[in-house]
C-alpha cells in the first residue's frame, strides 16, 4: 500500500511539474504571440488543405506558428517540398524540431519571430494563428509578398482582404473554414468555394 501510495503521490508532482513549466512557458511567449496559443492544426484540416492546394507547384513555403509541425511534415510527405517554419514556443519548436528529425525531412522549423523575418521570397505562406493579429498580418504580408505568392490562413480571414478560394472541411467536429488568398488578386471581389 506504501509503494502506491508513493507512486501516486511521485506521479502527481510529475504531472504538477509539467504543467507548471508548461504555464510557464506560455505566460512567457504570451507577449510575443499576440495571444495565439498552441493549438494544433486539426488532422481532418490539414488533409483537406493539402487535397484542395498543389504544393508542388511553390519551392518557397513558409509557415507562421508550426505547432506540433502537422503542416510542415505534411507538405513533404505528399509533395516532396521542404517547408521552412518559424516559431516563438519552445515547447512547440522542440516538437516540429524532433518530427522533422524522427521523419528525415529536408523542411526546417527556426526558433524565431516570423514578424521580425523578411517573407519577400515566399511563394506560399501557411498560418493558423490568431483573429486579433490578422490585420496586422495582413499589413505584413502585403507589404512583403510578391504577386502570385498564397497566403493560407486556417480559421481565420485577413481584413481587407478578398480570398480567392475558401476551403470547407465536412466533419462533424472540426469544419472550420480555410481561407485562400492570391496576392493582386487578394483586393477583388473573385470567390470560389471548395467542399470536401
Given amino acids: 500500500m506504501e509503494i502506491i501510495l508513493k507512486s501516486i503521490i511521485f506521479v502527481s508532482f510529475v504531472i504538477?511539474?509539467?504543467?507548471f513549466v508548461f504555464s510557464i512557458v506560455i505566460f512567457a511567449v504570451h507577449h510575443k504571440t499576440g495571444g495565439a496559443?498552441?493549438?494544433?492544426t486539426p488532422k481532418v484540416m490539414i488533409r483537406e488543405i493539402i487535397t484542395a492546394v498543389d504544393f508542388g507547384r511553390f519551392h518557397d513555403i513558409r509557415e507562421l506558428g508550426t505547432g506540433d509541425g502537422r503542416f510542415?511534415?505534411?507538405?513533404?510527405?505528399?509533395?516532396d517540398r521542404p517547408v521552412t517554419g518559424y516559431e516563438i514556443n519552445p515547447i512547440a519548436f522542440l516538437i516540429t524540431w524532433l518530427?522533422?528529425?524522427l521523419f528525415g525531412l529536408n523542411s526546417r522549423v527556426k526558433f524565431t519571430n516570423f514578424w521580425e523575418q523578411d517573407l519577400s521570397s515566399a511563394q506560399c505562406i501557411f498560418c493558423y494563428l490568431f483573429p486579433d493579429i490578422m490585420a496586422r498580418l495582413g499589413e505584413k504580408l502585403n507589404s512583403e509578398l510578391s504577386d502570385g505568392a498564397y497566403v493560407i490562413s486556417a480559421n481565420f480571414t485577413i481584413p481587407g482582404w478578398t480570398q480567392e478560394s475558401i476551403v470547407k472541411v465536412t466533419h462533424s467536429i472540426f469544419n472550420d473554414p480555410v481561407y485562400i488568398y492570391r496576392i493582386g488578386n487578394h483586393r477583388r471581389d473573385s470567390l470560389h468555394t471548395i467542399t470536401h
Avoid: H, N, Q, T
Avoid at 504538477?16 to 504543467?19: D, E, K, Q, S
Avoid at 510542415?72 to 509533395?79: K, L, Q
Fill in 37 to 40: 496559443l498552441f493549438v494544433p
Fill in 16 to 19: 504538477f511539474a509539467v504543467l
Fill in 72 to 79: 510542415i511534415s505534411a507538405v513533404e510527405r505528399a509533395y
Fill in 99 to 101: 518530427k522533422i528529425r
